[in-house]
């Protein structure tokens, strides 16, 4: 372009000359003028060949009325929170605003700005619909020149001119009945919803016929005597599966008797625990159970007595007859000259009938204890009759016992004929008693047993019940196909078999009835969707009302090898994408990925709330692998991650190079696609050597932050070069479409590394970072000495949204011990700017003034930072095994954090242990932002991820191998190695228009919200705040450090157009450097209140904010590819080498084919 110029001002100051060269027969001016792309040459000069209403800017036409980087000429750049409208840069106001001197206004209540820019109330007026009206005290409305409270007021109830007739009164701005305590409206009248048959529970909740409410839940009508129990009526008096209570069922053998369960027995027994006996006689059980006669007593009718001829002495009966120590009566001791008792009395000798027995006198044919002969004792109830031990008259001895056959269980009729089960023995035979019958020696009901119906193992068909020996339906319901229908309530079967109500109808009292207005059917009930927890937006959509639930649905991956440290992510409807490489195969909702012997392929995949699998896609090469993923305020998926060799994204092709063939280098990647999968863009980052990305972050604009890291190498990001002969990191921001807008680079030593950056609500960065003895960040600067022998200080900074360092801090090692200082694992921001860490540390580390591991090797921390940057507190965590791991770190709706990781043998929390074992066991705990431990939990499985939406709904990802527990839920599959995402209540749900949203959140514009802290909706739907302003307690405040500016927050010392102070402007070649105006060095202009050469600056090429895409380079002002490099759908591109441009655009090479010297081999 400057050359073409320059040759058409030659020829004319010729011409002027005499014409000398430029005559009529010259040549044509154009001949050897090469104009850029997109301009052709008209009379020696380059012009843009663009249509009509656009211009050529960054290598393409763009229409400039519309476009915000290049808003009426090229590089016009409009701010942030401004759009392009007929080429000027206007603010970009929410819906129902306007702008008027400069800012947004709501003109329907703008008091200054009232129904159009510039109309103004007068003092008592405010404005109301975009008209001046009488001010009314809070909590009144002007209605008719009157102020009214439109809560209260039966003629301006809820709002003006709404008359409440019918006598109704105004309560809360509605019409409506007042009822009494305990009751609600429904169909214009007070019903009590616990115990009203037409409104059981909610309005138009019919009960059907035969059904009663009751607590709010249809219930079986049953007989004064009978209760509900599992939909049937029962008494629970006699019921032997519900005795004294529903659920309540007997044991065998048992039989319910006035609500208890007991042991039947026959006539003249009772049921003493298991065994059936006679109380009038039982020893152990003498007048009653457990009753037991002591010191030789017998039972006689119901009481413990000594046997005739014997009395009781100190609680043993005694032979009084017989008895020497008790002759004739208790104590009673013969003497050495009559030592014998004989009828009471002591003799000589024992007279000739009897026997001297050890002492006593004994009759040889009736004495039980010396039966024949002296010592001979007849026992198991055998009595001595004539000299031989044998049971009494109806008694047959069995096993050393005398038994009655007719009664005794074990012996029933004959010895060892047992009578097993329920059976007992009557009469000598093995029975049932109270009309049972023995069934497989069970003793059955065959009046009412549905499993033995009138004969034994003849079973009622499902639904039915028996009733006096005949299967049929329960009261109330009719046969449809061998099913039992209630035909009052049965969708499928209302009001007689197969009888279907329509699709959004249910059965009441036999009559297909449509759900009111609002409502839809759900199973057999008609809900509000739009409230209904237990069906939130859809039908069984159920949100998870208690902290610390899972939800049912659980999405498994199963692969043969470990799928640990999966990425995942979650749009605002509750939209799930996880991302993770794989080896050999992967399956994902019965779709297999493979891939071949020793590459690395990685799958994304989606996962709908209704809990299925939406879509899954493999992306295919010689090696990649994905660290990282992030969904955008608009649903879109961002993956990080590392290529290297030939991988292919969608329709591109990326082959790198670099690095040995035994050390292949891998380049890094960033990549977005939408919610259906199609792949929008990827950035490649090209590097010769060893380079790294740390986390990145994406903002609420979209725009896309990567933090790298690297040594002794050169690294391309876009159009921007970098290289370093030692270590060196950067942060580089793409745009929402992945193009560059700038790098900042950041020197550093040999152990110094970016961990990651985060965008915060408001669009400041925050970065995490590890350096080795000192690092300097713009004005701020710490160092440290001592430590282990791989000591480093950990660094958190933050930065503007310009670039500028705000703060910084670091945590370091103990300068008297060989600490090796504290690491991160992740990091959150508040909606205060608070930050908090989560990491591990090693030795002593002090964190400010405070210290934490001293006498400990390892363990993990977590800290926090207040808004400007200082430490406020800081946590440990210890375990008693080196495998404790940190993975994820967030805020609740709460505002307090949870945390999940993974620890082996035992975990100790503020000085709590919790146990586990030699195996990674998975862990969540909380912590209340005030540094005060909460609840902590062990779990089943492995835990390495957690992430969550605006909506409030967190979910967790781990992973099993075979089978494993989480939150009391079983998990199992039948591959090796399986990962899991579930959602997970950090906070308790509410269903707000059909979505789940944590409680305390409300719904604006079709998503869940919270107004105190969301910038777009801050204290109240719509309510957007100012650039760069945060949302604190529902209110619009600029970050710690910032002044609000016209509605913008401002970095004062650093704002070009607010330079110190509010208002003050630099001029074009100045820029702000402490609060002061400096001019920049001759031959640079300001951009973004920096100095740039406006004719070789990549970002700034000729103007501000045109940057070179695509490879190009800026030469004198505009962007070019560099030499021997073609450009080539939007990149340039070397022909000589590369495969998609072999030679000339869009020459693609085949598959297995290279490149070389612009030749496909």
Partial sequence: MLRAIHGFLLCLSLGMLGGVGCSTTAPDPCRDIQCQQGESCEAGLCVSSCEAGQLWCEGKCLDTSHNIKHCGQCGNMCRAGELCREGRCVLE??????????????????????????????????????????????????????CVDVKTSTKHCGQCGTVCGGGKPCVEGECKIVCPSG????????????????????????????????????????????????????????????????????LAGQSCVSKRCEYTCPAGQTACGKVCVDTNTNVEHCGKCGNTCQGGELCKEGSCRCPQGYFGCNGVCKDVQRDPSNCGGCGQQCGKDAPFCVAKKCVYACPATQADCNGRCANLNNDVFNCGKCGVSCSGGQVCANGQCICPTSYTFCGGQCVDLAKERSHCGACGNVCTGELDCYGGWCGCTGGKTACQNTCKSLQTDAEH????????????????GVCQCPQGEVSCGGTCRDIQNDDAHCGGCYKVCGGNEICRKGSCTACPSGKTKCGEQCVDLTSDPQHCGVCGRRCLTTVGSVSKNVALIDSPWLLHWMKGGVDRGGNVYVANRFYEEVTIGGVTFSAPKGKSHIFIAKYAPTGKWSWAKQIAGDYITVDHLKVDRNGHVLLQGRIQGDVTFGQRRIRTHGGTPSNP????????????????????????????????????????????????????????????????????????????????????????????????????????????????????????????????????????????????????????????GAGCSDMVVDATGSVFLMGSFDGETFFGQTGIGYGYARGGHVAKLDSAGKWVWVKEIF??????????????????????????????????????????????????????????????????????????????????????????????????????????????QVCLAGVCCASGMVQCGGGCVSLPSDPLHCGACGKACGVGMLCVSGRCVCPTGETNCNGTCVYLPEAHQHCGTCGKACANDESCSAGVCTKCPQGQSVCLNQCVDLTSDTQHCGVCGRACVGGQVCVGGGCACPALSLWCSGLCVDPQTDEQHCGACGNVCASGQTCTSGSCQ
């Fill in 93 to 146: 106001c929410p819906s129902g605003e306007g702008v008027c001197d400069g800012r947004c206004v709501d003109t329907s209540t703008e008091p200054k700005h009232c129904g159009s820019c510039g109309r103004v109330c007068q003092p008592g007026e405010v404005c109301s619909k975009g008209n001046c009206t009488l001010y009314c005290q809070e909590g009144m409305t002007n209605c008719s020149g009157r």
């Fill in 183 to 250: 009751q609600d409206v429904c169909g214009g009248r007070c019903v009590d919803l616990q115990r009203d048959t037409a409104h059981c529970g909610q309005c138009a909740n019919i009960c059907g016929q035969g059904y009663t409410c009751k607590k709010g839940q249809c219930v079986r009508e049953c007989s004064v005597e009978q209760t509900v129990c599992g939909g049937e009526c029962v008494n629970l008096r006699i019921d032997e599966r519900h005795c004294g209570a529903c659920g309540n069922a007997c």
């Fill in 453 to 468: 119906c009138g004969k034994c193992d003849h079973k009622c068909a499902k639904g039915e019940v028996c009733v006096a």
């Fill in 665 to 820: 280098v891998k380049w890094p990647f960033v990549a977005k696609l939408d919610g259906t999968g199609k792949w929008l863009w990827v950035q490649v980052i090209e590097t010769t050597g060893s380079t790294s990305l740390g986390r990145f972050s994406v903002d609420i604009l979209g725009n896309v932050y990567v933090a790298g890291t690297f040594t002794n190498t050169t690294v391309k990001i876009g159009s921007k070069t970098l290289s370093s002969t030692a270590t060196a990191m950067y942060i580089a921001k793409l745009d929402a479409a992945g193009q560059l807008l700038w790098v900042k680079e950041l020197k550093g030593g040999a152990k110094d590394y970016l961990f990651g950056v985060f965008a915060d609500r408001a669009g400041a960065l925050f970065v995490v970072g590890y350096f080795s003895q000192q690092l300097v960040l713009g004005r701020f600067s710490f160092s440290f000495s001592g430590g282990g022998p791989y000591a480093r200080g950990m660094f958190v900074a933050k930065l503007s949204r310009s670039g500028t360092w705000l703060w910084a801090n670091y945590a370091a090692p103990s300068s008297s011990s060989p600490s090796n």
């Fill in 879 to 988: 375990s008693t095994s080196s495998g404790l791991n940190f993975y994820s770190l967030l805020l609740d709706a709460r505002g307090d954090l949870l945390l999940v990781g993974t620890f082996t043998q035992d975990l100790i929390l503020d000085g709590v242990p919790i146990y586990g074992s030699n195996q990674p066991t998975g862990f969540i705990a909380t912590l209340k932002r005030s540094g005060v431990w909460g609840t902590a939990s062990k779990e089943g499985v492995d835990l390495f991820g957690t992430f969550k939406n605006a909506a409030g709904q967190t979910y967790m990802l781990g992973a099993f191998r075979g089978k494993g527990t989480f939150r009391g839920m079983t998990l199992s599959s039948s591959s090796k190695n399986s990962a899991f995402v579930v959602e997970y209540a950090d906070t308790a």
